[in-house]
């Protein structure tokens, strides 16, 4: 089973940028496709991103398209998420997970989550 820990949330301003990391273990790690959601409070759990084991197909929600980036690095079984001109409504705890599944877009699609990590957005 592969354990998941994330890094790199913390506080920013409105218009800032973040790079979340998460670290893998296990040496499967480049056979599964990787996914980030995030939860802000009240709120359910939400679909940011998702990456292919290979890291040649990349999808993101709507709400973040064109601000955030997702890339791997298989030698060093990390996934990242670069998040650029972040707004307030970012703010959430921000997890990473693994999918064995040839389609990778919902929560039941994930396994092995990560604890999360924090990100704050000020305005």
């Known amino acids: 089973q592969v354990q998941l820990v994330e890094s790199g949330g913390g506080l920013v301003q409105a218009g800032g940028s973040l790079r979340l990391s998460c670290a893998a273990s296990?040496?499967?790690?480049?056979?599964?496709?990787m996914g980030w959601f995030r939860q802000a409070p009240g709120k359910e759990r939400e679909f940011v991103g998702a990456?292919?084991?290979?890291?040649?197909?990349?999808y993101y929600a709507d709400s973040v398209k064109g601000r955030f980036t997702i890339s791997r690095d298989n030698a060093k079984n990390t996934v990242y998420l670069q998040m650029n001109s972040l707004k307030p409504e970012d703010t959430a705890v921000y997890y990473c997970?693994?999918?064995?599944?040839?389609?990778?877009?919902?929560?039941?699609?994930?396994?092995?989550w990560g604890q999360g990590t924090q990100v704050t957005v000020s305005s």
């Open positions: 990456i292919s084991w290979s890291g040649s197909s990349t």
């Open positions: 296990g040496r499967t790690f480049s056979s599964y496709a």
């Open positions: 997970a693994v999918s064995g599944a040839s389609y990778y877009r919902t929560e039941a699609d994930f396994h092995s």
